[in-house]
Structures are given as C-alpha cells and as structure tokens.
C-alpha cells in the first residue's frame, strides 16, 4: 500500500492554500532560521494548520530540540496550555515563558487528569507503534506523527512502515552499538554490586530501535483509529505521498526550493 487514508477531514485544497499565505508572515518571524534537525516549511504548515482546525485545549508536544515547535504551537493557539517534553532540554534556543517543561518521557506523566481534546504532537522519534498504545492508554485522542517514514527511510518504525509491510531495521554504527553494550554493562555491574540499584532499562532500551516485521501490528492500530489523513506535500513529493497542493513549482516564497520540498508524510490520527 502506498499511502493509507481513513475519513479523511473535510479539508479543501482552496482552504488549505488560502492558509499557506497567511502561515508565509507568521513563518517569516519564526526564532529559528535556519531548523537543522527539526521541522522545515511543510510540517511547519500542516501542524499550524492542523492546530487550527482541532485547537486543542491542551496540547503535550514530545520532541522540543531548539523549541522551534514549541514557539509554532504557542504561536498558533495563544490560548492552550503546553507541556514541552524532550529528555535533553539542553539544545533549547527559544525557550517559551508560557510551556511547561519536562524531562520526563511521555509514558510516565500523570495524564489521569487532563481535558478530553488534549492533542499529543510527537516529533520525538520514539516507534510510533508504542507512542499510538500509550495515547490510547491515557486516552489521549488527537495525535500528530510529525516524521512519518516511508518504506526504509527514517530512523524509528513509523505507521507507513507498519502498513506498508516493513518492519524497522536499524542501521547502527558500531561506535553507537559499542556504547549501548558499555550502557548496558555498566547498569549491570551497578545492579550486582547495589542490591537496592534500579536499573534504567529505557537508557538501552531507547536506543534499540529495530522492529521485526509483524503484519499483525497495522490491523490493530487500524482497528483503534477513527481518522487517519497524511497532510499533503506542497509539491510532488513520491508515489508514496498523498496528492500535492500545487501540481506544478510556482510557488514564489522567500525560502528555498529545497526546504519546500521537505517532507515526511506529517500524519493527524484521531483514535477512536
Ligand atoms: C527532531 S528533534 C525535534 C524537533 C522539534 N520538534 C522542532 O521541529 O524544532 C527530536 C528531539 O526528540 C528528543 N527525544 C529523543 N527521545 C525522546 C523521548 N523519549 N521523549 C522526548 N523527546 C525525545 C531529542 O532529544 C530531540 O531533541
């Protein structure tokens, strides 16, 4: 299967244009000029867009890097309450006066107790198998998949990879392997030696990220979703990606052609 659709919103294309004008000023002050690493111009766009159409009282964002999502959400829906969660919150340049922030990973918040339109944005590259159980767990039912890989790209197992018949294998580095044995040693060793030592299995465990191929996985996550809509590319992007907003490149903007056409399948699932 190239691309899964499932009720998709009834978002037109005319909609979607008008607003790409309006996001062009907003993204004109966006903090970070230049966004290596994290989002660019099109999953900028969709997540505005997004936000917009479900404006989320609540919105948990896992994955802040140099907090140019964090400033795009805040910018977005002034009036929402934000959670920030990173599990290193040191490469931060914006840094927002009004979201909370958290080192903790997302499975281990209190979430017993938060608005029923809450909407969790994961641009964390944690599987996205796990993160769609635990929404699903805290009852968390708007999700946004910033990064989501197609066939054997990206670098964690993704919903297209699930639907598309891949699993994930990972291709480490053996200086990055090396390291996860010494982690794993050394947690070891402190638990021979320290009877009462709690092992930090998510410090090995994140860093494995390979995925054995199970067909089984995209039935249950489909049977657990109400919508399932890849936002579209701008322009063309491959026989993987849904319809384009603009069939040809005409598109005069102040940045480059290349940040245009950067794009992952941003993907919003509204769990059932
Ligand atoms: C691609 S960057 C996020 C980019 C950011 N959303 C933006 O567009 O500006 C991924 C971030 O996820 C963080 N990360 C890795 N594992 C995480 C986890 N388990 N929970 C939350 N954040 C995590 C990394 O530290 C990194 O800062």
Same mark, same amino acid.
Not at 29 to 56: C, D, E, V, W
Not at 176 to 182: A, F, N, R, V
Not at 228 to 237: D, T
């Given at each position: 299967?190239?691309?899964?659709?499932?009720?998709?919103?009834?978002?037109?294309?005319?909609?979607?244009?008008?607003?790409?004008?309006?996001?062009?000023?907003?993204?004109?002050?966006?903090?970070?000029?230049?966004?290596?690493?994290?989002?660019?111009?099109?999953?900028?766009?969709?997540?505005?867009?997004?936000?917009?159409?479900?404006?989320?009282?609540?919105?948990?964002?896992?994955?802040?890097?140099?907090?140019?999502?964090?400033?795009?959400?805040?910018?977005?829906?002034?009036?929402?309450?934000?959670?920030?969660?990173?599990?290193?919150?040191?490469?931060?340049?914006?840094?927002?006066?009004?979201?909370?922030?958290?080192?903790?990973?997302?499975?281990?918040?209190?979430?017993?107790?938060?608005?029923?339109?809450?909407?969790?944005?994961?641009?964390?590259?944690?599987?996205?198998?796990?993160?769609?159980?635990?929404?699903?767990?805290?009852?968390?039912?708007?999700?946004?998949?910033?990064?989501?890989?197609?066939?054997?790209?990206?670098?964690?197992?993704?919903?297209?990879?699930?639907?598309?018949?891949?699993?994930?294998?990972?291709?480490?580095?053996? +200086?990055?392997?090396?390291?996860?044995?010494?982690? *794993?040693?050394? %947690?070891?060793?402190? /638990?021979?030696? &320290?009877? @009462?030592? =709690?092992?930090?299995?998510?410090?090995?465990?994140?860093?494995?990220?390979?995925?054995?191929?199970?067909?089984?996985?995209?039935?249950?996550?489909?049977?657990?979703?109400? +919508?399932?809509?890849?936002?579209?590319?701008?322009? *063309?992007?491959? %026989?993987?990606?849904? /319809?384009?907003? &603009?069939? @040809?490149? =005409?598109?005069?903007?102040?940045?480059?052609?290349?940040?245009?056409?950067?794009?992952?399948?941003?993907?919003?699932?509204?769990?059932?």
């Amino acid at each position: 299967m190239k691309y899964f659709y499932k009720n998709i919103p009834h978002w037109k294309n005319d909609e979607l244009i008008k607003s790409l004008d309006t996001f062009k000023k907003i993204y004109e002050s966006r903090p970070i000029k230049n966004n290596i690493g994290g989002m660019q111009f099109p999953h900028m766009f969709a997540t505005y867009f997004i936000l917009k159409k479900i404006n989320p009282s609540f919105v948990i964002e896992s994955g802040v890097f140099r907090g140019q999502s964090t400033w795009l959400i805040e910018k977005t829906l002034p009036d929402s309450k934000i959670l920030s969660i990173d599990i290193d919150l040191t490469n931060r340049e914006y840094i927002s006066k009004k979201a909370e922030y958290s080192n903790l990973d997302f499975k281990y918040h209190d979430f017993s107790n938060i608005p029923h339109d809450t909407l969790v944005f994961f641009d964390d590259h944690v599987s996205h198998y796990e993160r769609l159980m635990q929404a699903k767990f805290f009852n968390i039912k708007n999700i946004i998949l910033e990064d989501n890989y197609s066939e054997s790209k990206g670098d964690f197992y993704s919903i297209k990879h699930s639907y598309q018949g891949f699993g994930f294998n990972h291709n480490y580095k053996f +200086i990055s392997l090396i390291k996860t044995l010494y982690l *794993f040693f050394n %947690e070891i060793i402190k /638990k021979i030696f &320290f009877k @009462n030592y =709690n092992i930090s299995k998510d410090k090995i465990i994140s860093r494995l990220k390979d995925h054995k191929i199970n067909k089984n996985d995209f039935n249950n996550i489909e049977k657990n979703i109400d +919508i399932y809509y890849e936002f579209p590319p701008i322009f *063309f992007h491959s %026989e993987n990606s849904t /319809k384009p907003m &603009f069939e @040809n490149k =005409n598109f005069e903007f102040e940045i480059t052609k290349e940040e245009l056409l950067n794009y992952n399948h941003i993907t919003y699932i509204k769990l059932k």
